[in-house]
């Protein structure tokens, strides 16, 4: 039984993808290298590792203890490169991050800019998730840290404060809710929405709540991001639910309300989770304490 370090690496990206096709993307390696590479490793090892569908892969048992040795390996030689690239005057390495909707869209652009201008080696890989799906990524390990909704039970992860906002509706000044003070979710569900594409985490985590009141979501438009759907609110498409902190920003230039929702999921006090923060490399400690700041 002979692995390589591409051949692991390959199979985590295909696995945390879910699919062959977009983790040889990630891998860098063209969809036939990557398929008999698979295939390699299911023959070496003489068992089936990736269970296959028309919606993707998932892994098999062998899979999954596949996965868990890969990833210790690859944190190692990553740390080991870490490490001795301080020999050669500098440091490399990547941070794989996992972050809410919020957070990607309000609060990362500012802080990674100043961390990466500090630090030209480091690359830092960030996916959108919902903050219940970040839990599950980082406690498996496959990212280094999450930023997600400080409501989401995190278990034995370790947190720490982040920042906060709030979702809220942002409407137009013509529009009938425009003058109320608070409103419920349920009501807004009433109404005609705009809202991020349907793949966007905060779009499922809004249709997820909105299927437990009984009451599916009318988006008449999805966007691609929370600014242009404050500006098609203004144009009294339809409601926007928005970060309060988006939402105050385009007020400024729009003629648009901003109505705070009463339900108790809206505050959105984010955290950073990861699982251990002595076991990073000094990079990543140090990207931590550049967000915690």
Known sequence: MRFDLVDLSLFRHVVEAGSIT??????????????????????????????????GVSPTPAGRALLAHARTILAAIERMQTELSAFSGGTVGQIRVVANTNALTEFLPDALSAYLAAHPGVSVDIDEHTS??????????????GILSGTVDTAALQTF??????????AANTHPLAGREA??????????????????AITRFLAERAA???HPMRLRVQLRGFDAVCRLADARVGLGIVPESTARRAARGLDIAVVPLTDPWASRDLSLCLRDLDALPAFARAFVAHLRA
Not at 183 to 200: I, M
């Open 212 to 214: 437990r009141i009984g």
């Open 183 to 200: 409103v419920a979710f349920a009501e807004v569900l009433e109404h005609d929405l705009v809202g991020l594409d349907r793949a966007s």
């Open 161 to 170: 404060p982040f920042r906060q906002d709030r979702f809220v509706v942002a």
């Open 22 to 55: 977009h983790g040889a993307g990630r891998a860098n390696l063209a969809l036939a290298a990557a398929s008999t590479r698979i295939r390699g490793l299911e023959e070496s090892l003489g068992a089936a590792l990736l269970t296959r569908s028309r919606l």
């Open 132 to 145: 219940d799906e970040i839990v599950g990524l980082v406690a498996e390990g496959a990212a280094d840290l």
